[in-house]
Every structure is written in C-alpha cells, then in structure tokens.
C-alpha cells in the first residue's frame, strides 16, 4: 500500500467564532473551497486535501492549544511556488495574524522556504514550498535538520 495525500486535518478550536472568522479568509487564499459551514463545522477541500474546524465541546470553550503537549504539533500546507509564500506573509500581516517566523529559507529540505504563524487559538499554521520532491529526492529521504523549531 502507498497512500495518496493527506484526506482531511480537523481541528477543535477553543474560540470557535474567532477561528472560523480566521479561516474564512485564510483557506480560500489558499485556494480550498468552503463545502461546509455549520454551527459545529467550518471545512474547506483543495490540493487534493481537506481541512476543517470543529466547535469544542463546551467544557472546553476558550481552552488554548499548546504545542508541545500530546496531539497536533503543527500542520503545513505544501505551496507550488515559492513566491506563494511571499504573497502569503503579505496576506497574513493584513490580516494581523501572528507571524512566528519568516518568510525564510530552512536546512529541512533542499530549497525550503517557509512562513510559520498562529491561529487565533495559538495552533501554527505553516506553508512551504520545497521544488521538486523535497526530503524525497534526498539519498537517504530523510529530514536534513531538526524540526525542533517549529
């Protein structure tokens, strides 16, 4: 078996109004189509993956991600271009998202170049182009540099 992409990522977020509002404009520049909008349920579909917001149980409501606790650390998001990620950090500050770092070239992969920032409950968010096949046109296939910064 060798699998085909990555089919969905859902998230739960703690301010559900505030990601979805985050999202709404995030996604789209991104280039997913919105194929749901729900009181518990914001997702989006392109490049050949989906991506989804989930309201939290209400215990939760207002609860933060922390990345390194167990679960998600973070997603990203593959860029065809690398001038998509300039046009991405250009639509992030005027949208006033936090930008952690970059855009930036990293040791990760041949030609990597990122930006990394944050949701409106502190989950990071990366986009990155890599040209060619990345890590797997290395000989070994593997990561070239810790991803502990991330």
């Known amino acids: 078996m060798e699998i085909n992409g990555v089919a969905h990522t859902f998230i739960t977020a ?3 109004e505030a990601s979805v509002a985050f999202y709404r404009q995030l996604l789209p520049f991104l280039g997913l189509k919105e ?6 349920t914001y997702y989006c579909v392109g490049g050949r993956t989906g991506f989804g917001i989930r309201r939290p149980k209400p215990e939760h409501r207002g609860e933060r ?3 390194f606790r167990v679960g998600l650390h973070h997603h990203c998001w593959r860029a ?8 991405l950090h ?3 500050q005027q949208i006033g998202a936090r930008i952690v770092h970059g855009p930036q070239d990293d040791a990760y992969a041949p030609g990597y170049y990122s930006v990394l920032f944050e949701d409106p409950d ?8 890599v040209p060619g096949r990345g890590v797997f046109d290395t000989p070994s296939g ?7 910064d991330r």
């Open 122 to 129: 502190g989950i990071r968010l990366e986009v990155n182009h």
């Open 65 to 67: 991600f922390e990345q």
């Open 90 to 92: 250009a639509f992030l």
């Open 80 to 87: 065809r271009e690398r001038e998509d990620i300039d046009a």
């Open 142 to 148: 593997r990561v070239q540099a810790s991803l502990d």
């Open 14 to 16: 703690g301010d559900f």
């Open 35 to 40: 194929v749901a909008d729900t009181a518990d």
